[in-house]
Structures are given as structure tokens and as C-alpha cells.
């Protein structure tokens, strides 16, 4: 069975010119359309798919395929037959974009009559003068009689709609038929401008050990059509696509997660990427943003951390800033795994954060992007700077021992004013060859020029971190 497809690739003609005057045309709209699916990417574009049943003569004509998107990518179209494939054949492919506007209406009258229409307040009567239109450049010149008017009063009426101006964007093809039933047709094409996200709430318990994470999905439409009834998809990753050429969401629960339901999406691996395939039909309107729930996880484990972090130019100069604090940001930290309630590839997006206060109204606490996240991958979000948890860096030693050797002295002091114990984790990003020949707390050497040092500070004391370190270049 032979499967007629036809691509564009070239260049698409503003109208159907070359088509026979005697061809016969075929409209097809939204009331024709028995099926529609649309893949959403995350990079503002989308795959539709759209299913219509017409029954258009047998021979050759003129199919004129209506209510498309107006972003569509007209390169990317493509028509074959569901029903008899081998009984329809496409002979050329066009693309009408010259919609309807006042503008462009005037143009296909200049130099033909029309009708200005006014009221007269003297006399409350409506008048009626016939014009012929002179020119629609930068305004109307019209020739009344003998006479010349630089634009008029009035309404302006045209007898009938010009030729080869639509009030949408058209697909049209020039096709060959031989059957005498009706085709189920398939059309599909690639549209800019229609796009989803991720967004998270994230609700901590009281002690900060455990949270519940809902996810939403939110898409958003601007391709200048309305799919009813679709089949949703959306694709999670960076599929990468050529370059174009520019032209004019308490305490613990019971642990349990929904990742899927009758109601929300079922994921599964596609190529390099993961699809989200929602388990019902949903309208997209043109111009809308829909919330749709992607998951719902109770009683996630996590951990809260408490975090300093160096630079590496301190090791190589006098340290001589004025004000030796630091600030002392904070982090929640947990893993998308099954054993901890999670487990399903996450897309990217935004997570924020809540928590109940003293009274039990939940309050935000701050918000973090993450990445796409595999299962069994850590996630880590950065909330903000601790209030009760102070830092002061001082360097109490400086020695330059060659002209590219460096001997350098810290005392890192830091106080726990909260009513709890706290572990700080101080990381030093260090350069060129170090070795670290004194400390007062052991460390753990992350990678070739970071080191780790957690420091625990009981409630309303301070401890101070010291350690000396030497550094060639």
C-alpha cells in the first residue's frame, strides 16, 4: 500500500493561482475534525495532529483546509489518507496567509466604486454617496462625481468580498481522488508559540524532615488556534532544532504518591526525552493558560542544611575586607527516589516552598529552580540567608613565602542563636596546588579544589573553625 505524503520544502505561493478556473473547491473546518492530538515541547513549540473526515469529489480539485493555527510552520506540513491512502494524491500545497484586514480589503477596490454612508444630524437621516476609490495610501482619496476628496465622512461598504483574501490562515492543496467515499484525512504540522512549564508546591512539616509536593503543568497557548477535545502530550527535554533565519506546590502523613491517574499524566521514556501523556481530553483555547496536576507526593524526606561558601582569590592576597560577616544561606535537600515517595522523572521548573506558622497559616518561604531531574537524582533548592545563624570570616595570618607560593590563616566564627542545634557546612573553593597543614575540624575533600567542612553549633553557642592553608600557583 502506498503511503502519499507530501512535504514542503520550498517556497509557499501566497494563493492557488496555478489551480484549473473549472477545479472544484472544497472547504474543510472545525466541524469536519473527528480526532486532534497536540505534543507540547518545552521550547515553545508544538506538534498537531489533526484528523478530519471530508468528502470532497472524485478527479481533481481544489481542498481548501480551514481553521489552522496562525503559527504554524508551513514547511512542516504534511496530508495523507487514512481511509484509502492509496486513492488520494496531493498535487501541490499552498499556504494562504493574506487574511482579511481594512487595509488590504481597500486595496482590492482601488480604482472601483463603493459606498460612503454617514448620518446626517441636521436632517437625522443617513446619506448614501457613491465614490470611486482613487487611493488607499496613508489614507483614502476618493473621486465623488468631478470632484476629489482627500478622505470622507462615512462608513465605507464594499459589494462582495475580493478574491484570494481569507479571514484565517489556510492550508490548501491541489489533489487528485479517485474514491467516492469520504477520506479521513490526517494533517500534521509544527507550530511555534504554544509552550508548558512546570511549576511545584512544596508544604514542610513543623520539624523540617518532611514535605508534601504537588506538581501543576502549565500551558500556554498563542498559536492562534483552539484544539477541542485534544489529545494532550508533552515532551520533557532539550530537543535541539536549527537555527532559523529571522524573517520580517505539616506535619508527616501516611507516604504514598499519585504520579498518574484516570484524572493526570502517564509518563514514560521517549528517545532522549520523557512524554507526559494526560489521560483525558482537554480543550486548549487560543490565548489560554491551563493548569493541569502532574503529581502528588506525601511525606518526602528531606534535609536542611545550612551553608557558607568561600571564593578562591582569598589565598593569594591580604584578606582586607571591613566587614567579616558572611552570609549563611539555606537549603532543602531530598532525593526523587521510590523509597522516598518520588521517583518519576521530574520536568524542569520552578519549587516553592511553604510552611505553617505559630498559628497554622502556611506562608512561602522561598522558591528554586531545578533542572531536569532524573529518578533516583538529588534535588537541592536554595530558599535563602538564615537570620538566627551568623558567619564572620577573618584571615589571621599572611605569608608569601615565594613569589608563587602563598601561606594564609582563617578563622571562619560561627554563633547558632536558634533554639536547636545546627550542623554548618563551610565550603572553601581553593586553587593551584594547596595542602591544608592545619585544622580544627576534620574535612572532606569534594573535588580538585574544593574541601567540606561541617561544623556543629549547639544552641546559643559559637564555634569557631580555623585552618591553615599553603598554595603554589
Request: charged fraction near 25%; proline fraction near 4%; include cysteine.
Amino acid at each position: 500500500m502506498r503511503l502519499v505524503r507530501f512535504f514542503i520544502s520550498g517556497l509557499f505561493l501566497l494563493s492557488c493561482a496555478s489551480a484549473s478556473p473549472a477545479a472544484t473547491i472544497s472547504k474543510s473546518t472545525l466541524d469536519d475534525q473527528k480526532e486532534v492530538e497536540v505534543t507540547v515541547y518545552n521550547s515553545n513549540f508544538g506538534l498537531v495532529k489533526d484528523i478530519r473526515e471530508i468528502n470532497f469529489p472524485s478527479g481533481e480539485g481544489e481542498l481548501r483546509f480551514m481553521d489552522v493555527a496562525a503559527q504554524i510552520l508551513p514547511e512542516t506540513v504534511s496530508i495523507h489518507s487514512l481511509s484509502a491512502p492509496e486513492e488520494f494524491g496531493v498535487l501541490e500545497q499552498n499556504y494562504e496567509y493574506d487574511l482579511i484586514n481594512e487595509t488590504k480589503l481597500l486595496d482590492k477596490y482601488v480604482g472601483k466604486d463603493i459606498k460612503l454612508v454617514s448620518w446626517n444630524e441636521y436632517q437625522d437621516r443617513k446619506e448614501t454617496v457613491e465614490a470611486q476609490l482613487i487611493s488607499n495610501n496613508n489614507g483614502q482619496v476618493y473621486q465623488i462625481g468631478k470632484e476629489i476628496y482627500v478622505g470622507y465622512p462615512g462608513y465605507k461598504v464594499l459589494p462582495e468580498l475580493p478574491e484570494n483574501l481569507i479571514a484565517q490562515p489556510t492550508l490548501t492543496w491541489l489533489y487528485k481522488n479517485t474514491s467516492k467515499k469520504p477520506h479521513r484525512l490526517e494533517v500534521s504540522y509544527l507550530t511555534n508559540y504554544i509552550s508548558w512549564k512546570a511549576d511545584y508546591v512544596v508544604a514542610l512539616n513543623a520539624e523540617d524532615t518532611f514535605a508534601d509536593i504537588s506538581g501543576w503543568v502549565s500551558l500556554d497557548n498563542n498559536s492562534g488556534a483552539i484544539y477541542k477535545d485534544a489529545r494532550l502530550k508533552l515532551v520533557a527535554g532539550e530537543v535541539h532544532r536549527a537555527a532559523q533565519v529571522q524573517q520580517n506546590r505539616y506535619d508527616r502523613m501516611e507516604a504514598k504518591m499519585v504520579m498518574a491517574s484516570e484524572a493526570g499524566f502517564v509518563e514514560n521514556p521517549f528517545f532522549e526525552y520523557h512524554i507526559y501523556d494526560l489521560q483525558h481530553k482537554t480543550t486548549i483555547k487560543d490565548k489560554q493558560t491551563k493548569q493541569i496536576r502532574l503529581l502528588d507526593a506525601e511525606g518526602v524526606g528531606i534535609i536542611k542544611k545550612y551553608m557558607v561558601q568561600g571564593t578562591n582569590y582569598y589565598y593569594t592576597s591580604r584578606y582586607t575586607v571591613q566587614d567579616p560577616k558572611q552570609p549563611v544561606n539555606v537549603w532543602v535537600e531530598f532525593k526523587n527516589s521510590q523509597d522516598n515517595h518520588l521517583g518519576m522523572p521530574l520536568p524542569a521548573g520552578i519549587m516553592r516552598l511553604y510552611k505553617k506558622d505559630p498559628q497554622g497559616s502556611l506562608q512561602f518561604i522561598g522558591e528554586d529552580r531545578i533542572e531536569h531531574t532524573p529518578k533516583d537524582e538529588k534535588i537541592e533548592l536554595q530558599l535563602g540567608e538564615a537570620f538566627d545563624v551568623v558567619a564572620e570570616r577573618i584571615q589571621t595570618d599572611f605569608k608569601v613565602i615565594t613569589s608563587r607560593m602563598y601561606e594564609t590563616a582563617w578563622q571562619i566564627t560561627l554563633r547558632n542563636h536558634k533554639e536547636t542545634d545546627v550542623t554548618v557546612t563551610v565550603i572553601e573553593s581553593l586553587q593551584g596546588d594547596w595542602n591544608i597543614i592545619e585544622r580544627s575540624h576534620p574535612f572532606e575533600k569534594l573535588d580538585a579544589y574544593r574541601v567540606r567542612f561541617d561544623v556543629s553549633v549547639p544552641k546559643d553557642k559559637e564555634v569557631k573553625l580555623t585552618y591553615r592553608v599553603r598554595v603554589s600557583q
